[in-house]
């Protein structure tokens, strides 16, 4: 039987450093007295050890550590954790997301006690972190290496672990908030509550449970107004041209379809806030000027969200049974609800909808002139003249516009029922019983995991009926230019579609595991041990049908192309897929000396869509000469295999655009509609070839070419004590990856027909069918970089104890290339808008993936008695940007710098309170000029600005 527990002395520093950092132990031993700890087992490997003992890189963050930095949500760890370039406040409908490396959350695997989740199943590619139990959660494992040779696809870039406690006794509440100084908006609320009953040492058995929920609120440009003024911009050399009119709650109308915007009744009064504002048009700045755009149009200060809001819920329950002889079971029960609040503007009718449109008939009496809505004022023809502006920019004679009751046509969405969002909500089940124990000389684990994840995405508020709108205008009840009275506020309010589930997707994830340990032999440095484990894996996708309340055309695959709701469409083909996956490892642990150790592993993963088997080995080498060094050293290899969306994907993905077919209809100018010139054989029927509505394919029901991709990962490095209560980590990693998973683009068809001919299928006459731009095995990424670590603890006596800690990453390199063969593009420290820098698929949309040259976290802590305190840093290096705007400059994107500050008082029996300043210097997101942002770099920085924390903690016993 192999033993459990090990004992040492402080005098192995280094090591006794890195066990006291992951038991969260804080106060030092007697000298001369042995410290006895536990074996658990350390993300990364299935054999138990002490944390100093393993090879790998493994970073580990308490729950204590994380209230101390200002966390409110596991968001927060996510944001700046240095190794991971996620997003920040806007973390998409998916709800925060690792993305450690910047290869994209589907390259990093996110677990809970050892074990995957379900994933998120719109996707099936990655775990949102708001699924875990925050009051459960003891701490956060981070394996900065690739990790397929243990846990199988997705670990290239790395693997985070949430652990929860292995057992709780007594009963504890937690209430948060988190206040921003300037808005109630934003406002994050919590709270959460745990208790248990048992002693797994006295009786045997215990058995715990927690709930937490949390709530926060959407911010809206207008609650930063600062960040997003136009005027203030230009004064920087930004040079924010004025924004042409759009659609808007007071609509600008003209009489023809295509003509839709030429005039508007509120210009000359200016508009009305806060719905809209007056623009002369970004032709007002040209030369020469043009007004031909000057109206109303809607203001982003009340229709953009800065950050969208949430709510969280997570129930968490365990039970564990020591049986006797070494023999102990448990169970798990994880529920989580999180629904996102995607704030998504002003909705407006679209290609989707009955017409892009509305119209109105004379006989409302909102039609201008008719005495509610005034004329406007023109210039010229009196019939089909240019909107006058004043006498000094449009020095002509003004008449009224002859209306002459043409039927008039406008785009217009509803001011009243305020900035439309949907609800994208994801439930999220897991089922685990587990066991271990000891028998005829072996360790045994075993488990048995179920996981359930449901996604459905509704209507929120602000979305309508488009044929019940245009029912309201053509009955005289709703008013496009201007606040609805009574009856049309009423009607309005009965057209609105809430909470109305449009979409619907399920994953599951159903697994036994068992893994076998035992010590073989002694060697010089200890036992060389053993450890087999065997996975199989069933993962499904069940998608919905589209509901057809509202539909009223579907294509031949069954894709929804008309439907009546204006802003959203119903998707889903009715389809439940499945994979089987059998996965083997081998590991093996060899201290060889009190020096030297080894550690190997391989494993082996079949996939039954694939018919594919990947065998991916791992090798570490631990050298630690003195008690005050240690190297280490690993090389691996790793994959991520297609999700089974990818590969079983029910339906097509198809959107439309207009365009010239570029075989047919070339142009010099590809990618702008009815530029091209038939070629001879098609000048007499150039309406089919040119400036033609075409579908392309996003996503292909047949994607069985797909391979997995393959990487190649080392790193080498180790950890030091220059001197006593000093620790120091540095390891440089590298990894390659090959086969990189990425959807071709419609431009690059446009540019280059010839080399994706194969991608244009064509009907029986020669025109186009439509365009495959989908997934497949296209390009190459190489990247290196540095991560250093250090922390310090200096005791003063009677001045109490002094903690400093560093954690940070340098990118040496983050290069990529967007297929086999082609230009490799390096994108570290750089900004830019050019879309060759989006990279293959790294699963940021079409933004770029923005690499800082070096990023980190520090924090400077004291304590004493009932006292501490600490204030922490987070950093971002600067960045050059590529593609400034038109008559801009402005390269140098500064660092960006926030400090957080926190001070806790548990000197009242049973109560720790907390109480903290975030972004303490009320730090802005830092100015760029680059043509994505609008003037500043949002994506890496916390735009609450200057917020107040407040936590209690109370224990009942």
């Not at 809607?298 to 969208?308: E, I, L, Q, Y």
């Not at 996965?583 to 550690?599: F, G, M, Q, R, Y």
């Not at 603890?793 to 109490?800: E, F, I, M, T």
């Not at 390096?826 to 900004?831: A, E, R, S, T």
């Amino acid at each position: 039987m192999n033993k459990n527990r090990t004992s040492f002395r402080p005098q192995l520093s280094l090591c006794a450093a890195a066990v006291l950092a992951l038991t969260g132990a804080a106060h030092a031993q007697e000298a001369a007295a042995p410290v006895t700890m536990e074996r658990i087992q350390i993300t990364g490997s299935s054999i138990k050890r002490l944390a100093g003992e393993t090879a790998l890189p493994v970073s580990v963050n308490k729950t204590e550590e994380l209230d101390a930095r200002g966390h409110t949500e596991l968001k927060d760890l996510i944001l700046e954790l240095p190794q991971s370039l996620s997003l920040g406040q806007n973390s998409g409908a998916a709800g925060p997301v690792l993305n450690l490396r910047g290869l994209g959350p589907m390259r990093t695997l996110t677990l809970m006690n050892g074990r995957r989740l379900a994933n998120e199943p719109l996707q099936d590619q990655y775990v949102s972190a708001n699924v875990i139990p925050r009051m459960a959660l003891d701490r956060v494992e981070t394996l900065r290496d690739g990790a397929s040779s243990i846990y199988g696809s997705d670990a290239i870039g790395g693997v985070q672990n949430y652990v929860t406690k292995p057992s709780f006794k007594g009963a504890k509440i937690k209430v948060e908030l988190n206040a921003p100084d300037r808005s109630s908006r934003g406002q994050t609320n919590a709270v959460g509550f745990i208790a248990g009953i048992g002693d797994l040492g006295s009786d045997g058995w215990n058995v715990y449970g927690s709930m937490d929920y949390q709530t926060k609120s959407g911010l809206m440009q207008g609650d930063r107004p600062e960040l997003y003024d136009g005027s203030a911009l230009n004064q920087l050399g930004l040079l924010v041209a004025p924004s042409n009119k759009n659609q808007s709650p007071l609509a600008n109308f003209g009489f023809s379809a295509s003509a839709n915007s030429n005039y508007n009744p509120n210009f000359a009064t200016g508009c009305v806030s806060p719905w809209t504002l007056p623009t002369l048009g970004a032709g007002s700045v040209a030369t020469p000027v043009s007004y031909s755009n000057a109206g109303c149009y809607r203001d982003p200060n009340f229709f953009t969200a800065v950050s969208d809001g949430s709510r969280i819920s997570n129930l968490y329950g365990k039970g564990t049974m020591n049986l006797g002889k070494g023999h102990r079971v448990s169970l798990e029960l994880a529920h989580a609800e999180f629904t996102i609040e995607k704030y998504r503007g002003l909705q407006l009718p679209s290609g989707n909808e009955p017409a892009t449109t509305y119209t109105m008939p004379s006989t409302s009496k909102f039609y201008p002139g008719k005495g509610i809505t005034p004329l406007p004022t023109v210039y010229g023809n009196a019939t089909s003249g240019n909107m006058y502006i004043d006498p000094v920019r449009t020095p002509f004679t003004p008449v009224p516009l002859a209306m002459n009751n043409r039927q008039i046509f406008f785009q217009w969405g509803p001011g009243e029922l305020g900035n439309a969002y949907r609800n994208d909500e994801q439930l999220n089940d897991r089922l685990v019983l587990s066991a271990e124990g000891s028998a005829f000389n072996w360790d045994y684990r075993v488990g048995l995991n179920y996981g359930h994840s449901t996604r459905n995405t509704a209507t929120g508020g602000g979305y309508i009926l488009y044929s019940k709108a245009q029912e309201g205008f053509t009955k005289g009840i709703l008013n496009p230019f201007g606040a609805q009275d009574a009856a049309g506020l009423e009607y309005l309010k009965s057209i609105e579609l809430r909470d109305y589930v449009y979409r619907k997707n399920e994953a599951y994830n159903k697994s036994v595991d068992a893994t076998l340990t035992r010590e073989l032999m002694e060697l010089g440095g200890g036992p060389l041990t053993l450890a087999i484990t065997g996975e199989l894996r069933r993962d499904e996708a069940k998608v919905s049908a589209a509901p057809m309340d509202y539909v009223s055309v579907v294509s031949s695959a069954g894709v929804v192309t008309k439907d009546d709701i204006v802003g959203e469409n119903p998707t889903g083909v009715a389809a439940k897929l499945s994979r089987n996956i059998k996965s083997a490892v081998i590991e093996l642990d060899a201290p060889l000396t009190k020096v030297w150790s080894i550690n190997g592993a391989v494993r082996s993963d079949s996939y039954s869509d694939l018919k594919t088997t990947t065998v991916n080995p791992k090798l570490s080498v631990r050298f630690q000469p003195t008690t005050q060094v240690m190297l280490r050293a690993s090389a691996n290899t790793g994959f991520r295999a297609p999700s089974i969306m990818d590969i079983q994907n029910p339906t097509p993905e198809v959107r439309t655009v207009a365009m010239d077919d570029p075989v047919l209809c070339p142009s010099t100018t590809p990618t702008t509609t009815n530029t091209g010139v038939p070629v001879a054989s098609w000048a007499d029927r150039r309406s089919q070839v040119c400036d033609v509505q075409t579908d392309y394919w996003t996503k292909s029901p047949d994607n069985s070419h797909l391979k997995p991709e393959k990487s190649k990962g080392w790193s080498f490095g180790g950890a030091f004590e220059p001197l006593p209560g000093l620790l120091v980590t540095a390891d440089y990693w590298g990894i390659k990856i090959t086969d990189v998973l990425g959807a071709l683009t419609l431009a690059e068809v446009q540019q280059q027909p010839a080399k994706y001919s194969a991608n244009i299928l064509r009907k029986a006459d020669g025109t186009i069918d439509h365009i495959l731009a989908s997934q497949a095995n296209r390009g190459d990424m190489d990247m290196r970089g540095l991560d250093l670590a250090a922390t310090y603890q200096l005791k003063a006596g009677n001045w109490g104890t002094f903690n400093f800690k560093l954690d940070g990453t340098y990118y040496d390199k983050y290069a990529f290339s967007v297929e086999k063969g082609g230009e490799m593009l390096d994108n570290v420290g750089i900004l830019t808008g050019d879309a060759k820098f989006t990279g293959p698929n790294a699963g940021l949309a079409t933004m770029q993936q923005i690499v800082y040259r070096w990023k980190h976290t520090a924090s400077v802590g004291w304590r004493l008695g009932n006292v501490s305190t600490q204030l922490s840093q987070r950093y971002s290096s600067g960045l050059n940007d590529l593609t400034p705007r038109a008559g801009s400059n402005y390269t140098d994107v500064k660092a960006y710098k926030q400090y957080n500050l926190s001070l806790v008082y548990n000197g009242i029996k049973n109560l720790k309170l907390n109480f903290g300043i975030n972004n303490l210097t009320n730090a802005y997101p830092v100015l760029t000029a680059n043509t994505t942002y609008n003037g500043y770099l949002t994506s890496n920085a916390d735009i609450l600005g200057r917020a107040y924390r407040f936590s209690a903690e109370y224990t009942f016993f």
